[in-house]
């Protein structure tokens, strides 16, 4: 069955550190999104790719890094200069927006 | 520029009892509608869509929505409410055309169902 796989799971960062959050899809889908999600706050919109090799700032793209050399896979880094990383991460990916596809997650804790 | 309102940040509710999760859009030309539920830990899951057509959508696990274009609205409904309801739901507006769409998400309306 197709669909959106996010890994890991459960992720830990040390103060200081980059680590880059995996997000693979087999849908066909053009479009990928990435998310944040905080208690309360919704979701924030991080980066979105519309097509292979190019991509837009989201609203809170400041500290993190994508790339999209494939149209299966939109990785999302986070760096050291993310000053609030610990947040639950949520990839997407849809054709023409109509409806999103979501993955599982991951909980990213600095520790 | 398009935004969602989500008017109920928690929702308690008796088992067995019907639910209306509330939800209003700015204007605009051209609107795609849909809700989504979030359940702990897990990513989202497409509840219902309205792209066109009957304004009343019917989605999964028994819930209907109801497009009312002179209110702006998009309102979720179940008659019947169980435990296994108890979520996280989210309205969502697709804002641009063709391939420039992207949603526009409310903050989230909290269910609660107590036995």
């Known amino acids: 069955d197709g669909g959106i796989t996010q890994s890991p799971k459960y992720l830990f960062r040390k103060e200081g550190q980059n680590v880059t959050l995996s997000c693979e899809q087999n849908?066909?889908?053009?479009?990928m999104y990435w998310y944040r999600q905080d208690p309360g706050q919704g979701l924030r919109l991080i980066y979105y790719?519309?097509?292979?090799?190019?991509?837009q700032k989201g609203d809170i793209a400041e500290g993190y890094s994508v790339s999209r050399e494939k149209k299966e896979s939109f990785p999302l880094t986070v760096t050291s200069a993310q000053k609030n990383p610990t947040a639950f991460y949520l990839c997407?990916?849809?054709?023409?927006?109509?409806?999103?596809?979501f993955g599982s997650g991951t909980r990213l804790t600095v520790v | 520029a398009q935004s969602v309102t989500q008017l109920d940040s928690q929702v308690p509710v008796f088992e067995e009892a019907p639910v209306e999760l509330r939800c209003n859009y700015s204007?605009?030309?051209?609107?795609?509608l849909f809700w989504y539920v979030q359940y702990p830990n897990q990513g989202l899951q497409l509840l219902l869509k309205y792209l066109s057509g009957s304004t009343l959508v019917k989605g999964i696990n028994g819930f209907e929505a109801e497009f009312n274009k002179s209110q702006t609205s998009f309102h979720l409904r179940k008659p019947s409410v169980h435990i296994s309801d108890t979520a996280e739901y989210f309205c969502a507006v697709s804002d641009g055309a063709g391939n420039n769409r992207k949603l526009i998400w409310g903050l989230g309306t909290s269910l609660a169902v107590n036995p």
């Open positions: 204007s605009s030309v051209s609107v795609y």
């Open positions: 849908l066909n889908h053009d479009a």
């Open positions: 997407a990916s849809s054709r023409q927006g109509v409806g999103y596809t």
């Open positions: 790719s519309q097509i292979v090799n190019d991509f």
